[in-house]
């Protein structure tokens, strides 16, 4: 009987043995694979610093001068819309003049306006589609096609038949740009004059979100009524030569989202450490019953 005792229990040792390894052989590669997705979900995950540096070069000398652009003036064209400003002696004329400046068309505003006064535009004077700027005392001007300064001149030449040394101020009232996609801030922002450069556009929306595509920026610009689409990168140090350094009106820029938006953001991705949390529990709770 004891030969036999003996024997039944080798018999039952080798059956659990050869069920152990049986559940390891199988549990260690699905360990290993469950390791390498967690690693590749945290690697896909992340950003390198070299995809949100602005401006980066090899060129390590500490003062660089770059070559001297000098942005394009904008001209006067149909249907702007000016804030014409006239200061003289008389308190009644300036009044009259200044009427246009002072009352307020609410309905005109643009969300990137800051401040007390956001949500209120100054009436201004409309340039017609034949050039033409009507003003009181002076009558029509025609202000096609001219900067700021010379139609500041002619106004004023005009002006002067009826006030003694009239000073007159010329703004644009409908100058902006867009800025839409990832950045903190999308809007429509007022283009107060020529010098605004694209980086002081993207510092009024916040700047880009760390999921913003730094290297393919695109600028929508449209030039005697032709659209252009032109392509950016700010990761460059070349973006301060490009034609498309400083903003010009109607401009609209978009930054689309980078691959790591995307694998955020994509559902299978995010269940990756949750299913790999789970099938880790599982294991660690297997290994420690089979022992």
């Known amino acids: 009987m004891e030969p036999f005792k003996r024997m039944l229990y080798k018999t039952i040792n080798d059956s659990t043995t050869k069920m ?93 306006q800051a401040g007390a006064n956001q949500g209120r535009q100054p009436l201004g004077y ?79 929306a916040g700047d880009l979100t760390i999921y913003g595509e730094r290297s393919n920026v695109l600028i929508i610009r449209e030039k005697n009524g032709v659209r252009e689409l032109s392509r950016i990168n700010l990761l460059n140090r070349d973006v301060l030569n490009s034609p498309y350094y400083y903003i010009k009106n109607g401009d609209v820029i978009y930054i689309e989202p980078s691959k790591a938006k995307a694998t955020y953001t994509d559902r299978s991705i995010q269940l990756v450490p949750v299913i790999t949390s789970i099938t880790t529990t599982i294991l660690v709770l297997l290994n420690f019953i089979l022992k």
């Open 20 to 112: 152990h390894l049986n559940i390891f052989s199988k549990v260690k590669p699905l360990a290993i694979l469950c390791y390498f997705f967690f690693i590749l979900a945290c690697f896909g995950s992340c950003v390198s610093p070299k995809q949100i540096v602005y401006f980066q070069s090899n060129d390590t000398t500490t003062i660089v001068k770059l070559p001297k652009i000098t942005p394009e003036i904008s001209r006067i064209q149909a249907n702007d819309i000016l804030s014409i400003t006239v200061g003289s002696l008389s308190t009644e004329s300036n009044e009259i003049l200044n009427f246009a400046n002072i009352n307020a068309l609410t309905t005109s505003s643009f969300p990137g």
């Open 126 to 204: 409309l340039v017609d589609i034949t050039g033409f700027v009507e003003l009181p005392f002076a009558g029509k001007i025609n202000v096609l096609n001219l900067t700021l300064e010379e139609a500041s001149q002619k106004i004023r030449n005009e002006i002067e038949k009826s006030l003694k040394n009239p000073a007159i101020n010329i703004r644009f009232l409908n100058h902006k740009f867009s800025i839409l996609g990832e950045v903190n801030h999308p809007a429509t922002y007022n283009l107060v004059n020529d010098q605004t450069t694209l980086p002081e556009a993207l510092a009024m």
